[in-house]
């Protein structure tokens, strides 16, 4: 029975509420927090997708300590996030995150419950993720995780303290607007950051009052960069983000999109020997970023509002791409010096 407490954030997809539940059922938590949003107005279908979601997490099965967050009407992503961990973090001092669309392989668990409990005590640690977005494991080293600047959300967890010191930077308290307001300015501390690229992204972000293109995720991150703190980023993907949809929230796309498998990792867990950032984990991480929510790719789904649109013009712009590198090969195979 995992001992560290799980924080389940729900809406309205049943589908993948009872996928994501499925695997939580399999580390059988003896404490559960669920954090479920409302119906939209305007929105025919909520009603009957809300109910049938809540109704998923009526079947907890196990002996387990629920409580409940139900929202009666929409709050929206942002605030059903911040305010419900917020609500989360004021009973417990640690917690692991999921939301509805992130399933678990099954040493998640373990590996979270593992490096909350190794860095309880040591506020340079901010997050610990179970998603390592694909990054390749050799630039591990054979580390089971590296420290990062930041890490993903897709199956996350931190400490009530952490959790609070950032939600005293960011006090939105979501009813007099949306907008993020900092009570203490932005500033990436030296070394956090390897490129030009996110410097840029990050700053933008800071800069920004558009809570869809950066989240409260991104604001989480900007944070742990001003207090100088570092995310947990592991060598194999340990959980898979299936919400890819129509229905999606940030993650949208069109059908057949999929994030990378979840695989197991080994045990026991390879610590990093010092407490420093790993700058080649940190600057695939940042590729990533840039490729996913850089300038270009902001420009392009302002642009093109359809997601299979863009999705059709990257496979076009991967082909060309593809096929100028093939020419210019074969170019310089043309030009070398024959045996």
Known sequence: ????????????????????????????????????????????????????????????????????RYAETNLGLEANVELGLDWAFSQVDRAIVLEDDCVAGE?????????????????????????????????????????????????????ADRWQRHRAILPRDHRDGDAPVRTKPFAIQPGLVVTKSAERHFRDAAASDDTHTHGWDKHFWLTMMTEGGYAISPSRNLVENVGWGEDATHAASVSGRTDHSAIEIAFPLVHPQQVVLNAEVERELELILNRVGGRAATFARRLVRSPRLRYYARLAVNSQLSQKASRAASRMTDRSPRG
């Open 107 to 159: 040493s998640f668990f373990r590996y979270m419950d593992e490096l909350l409990t190794r860095y309880a005590d040591d506020d340079r640690i901010w997050q610990v993720s179970g998603s390592g977005l694909g990054v390749p494991e050799e630039l591990f080293h054979g580390d089971s995780y590296a420290f990062t600047a930041w890490a993903s959300v897709w199956g996350w967890g931190t400490w």
């Open 1 to 68: 029975m995992l001992t560290t407490p799980v924080v389940m954030v729900a809406f309205n997809r049943p589908h993948l509420t009872e996928q994501t539940l499925a695997a939580v059922r399999e580390a059988r938590p003896r404490e559960l927090f669920l954090v479920v949003d409302g119906p939209r107005a305007g929105h025919p279908t909520d009603a009957a997708t809300c109910a049938a979601t809540r109704a998923v997490l009526d079947g907890i099965d196990w002996e387990c300590t629920v409580h409940r």
